[in-house]
């Protein structure tokens, strides 16, 4: 995610709230909307949190963030590559703009899920 604060620990409050909302938003689409990879998925995501006594169902993020200020365009543009293959290299996807959840779709020409603001 690229998001920006004025301050770095409201970023990091946004960050853990952002996680908190993102993750029940996408169990909760997993397991009403039609995806062949329903089972699949909500076996992973439970499974990377049977361990942790703070998930109560399923682990969507990893724990932490690892903010970095943006001060160039090449540096972003790699974040925004990095961000959007890593569906691919989960292969969860074969091709960035197939993940529904990314904002790949929105910079491949494809109408995204969500709102966003070019960068």
Sequence with gaps: MIAGAADEDVLSDILRDFKKFTSKALVGAIKTEPESRRDWLLNLFWY???NNK?????KVWQDGNDAKEIHMTAF???KMEYIHNNPVKAEIVANTEEFLYSSARD??????LVNIEFV
Aim: no cysteine; charged share 40%; aromatic share 12%.
């Design 107 to 112: 910079y491949a020409g494809e109408k995204g």
């Design 76 to 78: 972003l543009e790699e």
């Design 48 to 50: 990377a949190g049977k």
């Design 54 to 58: 703070k998930i109560k169902h399923y």
